[in-house]
């Protein structure tokens, strides 16, 4: 829905998604209105891509196999999303290192396999004094890489450019040969096995619109503990868990009626079964959104120790931290 060019409305966008007055510049139209889809198909394709990793549980997405963070600890060194026609751009702390997990390589075992680790398809596009520019060679997407500070840290850019790859994280011994397919001007045989994970489904443009909305789950004060799963209804591929921040209600709330919404996007709230899950529908796709209630968010605000001790006890490495138990409560849908 169009939204005038008032000063309120503005401030919630740059509230909501932590964008700076340049970014808001840049998406504002000359009615006022603030477009956050602007993607071609292409870079739809793409932006799912970085949905699908980026809010994938810690080492389960099949790229997730470079040495150091993973897909999910990277938006750590993240500050903001903010998506462009051609391009999303990521402002990051660290552009050069966050990079450097991205660059695609290739694992060849002995056996002939191969194990995939990166992003197949993307290759650095250009490199200028503060920025990277990748582009993913099957779909024509880009992702901009803005460092905030004044320069690129030159110990991340030697590293990114030398010539032994990344290694990958089961720290085994030299057996395998190690192939910086990102060197190569076209997509190699080895990446072209993963199509399927950018291909254009009914759910990439709900995918895409996702990532550009971020850090409606990533504020610095309950960073790291949203990611997907399995969804139950046939017609979802991803559930999206999270428990801290905004609610479900919250959350679905913003994704249809607000200055951030996506355009044509629908949600059912949960119903009064425990645990039940909404579900945001954009023309044929969908994802169902599994937050906090209002009783949940509650406690943590109240509690907030009690999820800490939970993730910092009895967290098992590459599994969601176990959650403090409270109360069910009955969800009412509310009309619009």
Sequence with gaps: MPFSNDKTRLAACRELLDLPDRDLRSIRRPSGRLVLDLAHPGQQAFQALLFACFFSPVREHP???????SFADLERYFTSVSPRDDRLIIRTNTAARVAMHLMPTVREFTDGTIELAGLPGVRLASMSKRRLILQHLPTGGRLELLDNS???NINDVHLLMRDA???????QPATWS?????????????EATAAAHWATTAHTPLHSALMTRAYLWWPNEYRHRCSTAPARRANARYCLSWRSGHTTDTIAELLTHSPVAISGAVCTLPSDCWRDRALLRLHGGAIELDGPLHDEATLQAVHPHLEHRASAADAVP??????????????????P
């Excluded at 190690?178 to 080895?190: D, F, K």
């Excluded at 931290?321 to 009412?332: L, M």
Aim: glycine share 6%.
């Design 178 to 190: 190690h192939r910086l397919v990102w060197r190569e001007h076209g997509l190699t045989p080895s």
């Design 318 to 335: 590459g599994r969601p931290a176990p959650q403090p138990s409270v109360p069910a409560v009955t969800v009412s849908a509310s009309t």
């Design 150 to 152: 004044r320069n690129l």
């Design 63 to 69: 790229f997730d196999r470079t040495l150091g963070r």
């Design 165 to 171: 790859p990344q290694k990958t994280d089961d720290h």
